[in-house]
């Protein structure tokens, strides 16, 4: 018999009436704005300071990923329902997919086989139109701004620093360097232009650091749009753009609740990207997600050197909050890619190579351990092609750090195949004495670098600390950004890295846990709406291209209107 896909696995199974999945959480239904039977936003009423403070919040991520597959969103729901098999109150938190990477190369964001979020395809799709209210308000401010400028520029904007770009979500490079305005005088003035993808944008980092309707205009109001002729910053409030910005994000704000294939809530909002900004979902659903249960489970984007960094470094320093535990996601066959093994071979036993490559995941997990003071559990991702003495020497040498590794068959088996992963992060949760007090501050979680200390001394840290390199390469452009930003007062906020996410360092090439290298910064800006700098690193591009062979050739739409293809 074959195998299913997952979509066939997803459209197969039971879906729930959303006001079941509510009353899990004992929301009452007039706390929900539905979208048909099977998805609704919810009142931010709902969030619950107090309740928050007994809530046992548990962090996703992973080894560092390759083309051979981690399996972390697949894992963190898996997880999420083997923690609701062993009796816990259990939310998960977590991204809304972007349609760039489902139409291009990596594809949805419900996870995988049995261990999936519905309705897949919706949620895969369109959603509930956050991402559509996004790009539009990142769209009104670019007008507004160039209809500034058209109609007499009062503010004196100078046209060769306008740093704001229009937005898209969906992969285009042809949209990544483009001339604008061009044809008569009443159509613009003419200017060199671009796109970025809607998960790179400034709106999306500030719609997923929100804390409120309010923080969220006040936050707009503060995007540097451009500067003008003193070298000044003009800002969105200068353009009084904030107000009409807010109105297309007000119902957006709004966190979605949708379900696991065996029922379990799952709050989905937000999804900046975490190679190119910070890898999170947003606040407002966090905080949703853990004032409705006992234990929140939410992931970052790609591996601890990114969206677990941004996650603690960015998200926690600004919410308050802490992780109790951190899970990192691993496969055998990803770990002996790392060892140097073609993907054409991954499925025989090749011990070396996996020794090799072991010192990937083993970074991870001293970052987690001993930068930010985690404990941490190892979830292997088992493939059938793992052998015995495989996952062993992964056992023994995760051992050697004081960490547990446990197997993982969620994408086959559900939340049963969760269940010993449930356990283990229960017995962290349970041991970590600190969050008897609530720990509302921040008096065990470390950071990877101090904020008051001048921005290239922030980014040498995070390269020696969190990517085990020698330091940074900082061009001479991005100097002379950086002391700009300085005397403008920015120095003091935490940095976001726009980093390959296939390898510790800048190259995307150099795989395993390389060492003595530098990771070369050629530019970097202020989101000083969102709260943080921006350092793009390498050839990383914030509006990605699409691969050869485009997932969006494989998906179709048969005439009963089921879609087919979609991963």
């Known amino acids: 018999m074959a195998q299913l896909s997952d979509i066939e696995i997803a459209q197969q199974s039971q879906l729930r009436p959303i006001t079941e999945i509510a009353a899990k959480l004992g929301i009452d239904a007039k706390y929900l704005v539905p979208y048909g039977r099977a998805k609704a936003k919810l009142d931010l009423q709902l969030i619950n300071d ?30 999420a329902d083997g923690l609701a098999h062993i009796g816990k109150r259990v939310c998960a938190a977590l991204r809304e997919p972007s349609l760039g990477p489902v139409f291009g190369l990596k594809g949805g964001a419900c996870g995988g086989g049995y261990a999936q979020v519905l309705p897949m395809e919706d949620i895969n799709l369109h959603f509930t139109g956050d991402f559509h209210a996004i790009s539009a308000a990142n769209n009104l401010l670019a007008a507004l701004l160039d209809n500034h400028i058209y109609q007499g520029n009062e503010l004196r904007i100078d046209p060769q620093r306008i740093v704001l770009k229009r937005c898209l979500d969906m992969n285009d490079r042809q949209l990544r360097n483009i001339v604008d305005g061009r044809g008569k005088t009443s159509d613009g003035r003419e200017r060199e232009d671009g796109f970025e993808i809607t998960v790179a944008t400034e709106v999306m980092a500030i719609f997923c650091l929100a804390s409120s309707l309010a923080d969220l205009k006040r936050r707009l109001g503060k995007i540097i749009v451009a500067y003008n002729e003193d070298g000044k910053p003009v800002t969105a409030a200068d353009l009084q753009a904030a107000g009409a910005m807010t109105a297309l994000l007000r119902e957006a704000l709004l966190p979605n609740l949708v379900q696991s294939i065996e029922g379990t809530p799952v709050i989905m909002h937000g999804g900046p990207f975490a190679n190119i900004a ?7 659903a966090t905080k949703m997600a853990r004032s409705l249960s006992s234990y929140t489970v939410t992931e970052a984007g790609f591996g601890a050197d990114l969206g677990a960094e941004k996650f603690i470094d960015i998200k926690c320093r600004l919410s308050g909050m802490q992780p109790d535990c951190a899970v990192v996601v691993g496969t055998i066959r990803a770990l002996k890619m790392h060892g140097g093994v073609d993907t054409k071979d991954l499925e025989y036993e090749n011990l070396p190579a996996l020794q090799a490559g072991l010192p990937n995941l083993l970074r991870h997990i001293s970052t987690l351990q001993n930068v930010f003071n985690l404990p941490v559990v190892v979830a292997l991702n088992v493939f059938p092609s793992d052998t015995a003495a495989e996952i062993a020497l992964a056992s023994t040498e995760c051992a050697k750090l004081g960490v547990k590794l446990v197997n993982s068959t969620v994408w086959a088996d559900g939340g049963a195949g969760g269940e010993e992963l449930a356990q283990e992060v229960v017995r962290l949760c349970e041991e970590n004495k600190g969050n008897e007090t609530g720990r509302k501050n921040l008096d065990l979680l470390r950071f990877a670098y101090p904020l008051g200390m001048p921005i290239a001394e922030k980014l040498n840290l995070l390269v020696q600390n969190v990517y085990g ?32 996410q296939y390898s510790f360092s800048d190259n995307p090439q150099l795989r395993g846990a390389p060492r003595d290298f530098q990771v070369h910064v050629r530019h970097i800006k202020v989101n000083a709406g969102a709260g943080f700098l921006v350092a793009y690193s390498g050839s990383l591009l914030t509006m990605p291209g699409l691969p050869k062979v485009p997932a969006a050739n494989s998906i179709d739409v048969a005439e009963d209107g089921r879609i087919t293809g979609l991963s």
């Open 278 to 284: 910070h890898g999170c979902n947003s606040i407002i």
């Open 469 to 500: 390199g020698s330091g940074v390469d900082i061009a001479p452009a991005a100097r002379r950004e950086i002391s700009q930003l300085t005397e403008l007062g920015f120095a003091d906020l935490p940095i976001c890295m726009a980093k390959t």
């Open 50 to 79: 107090e309740q928050i403070t007994r809530n046992k919040l548990v962090l996703v991520t992973a080894m560092s990923p390759t083309p051979a597959g981690e399996g972390k969103t697949t894992t963190t729901i898996g997880l």
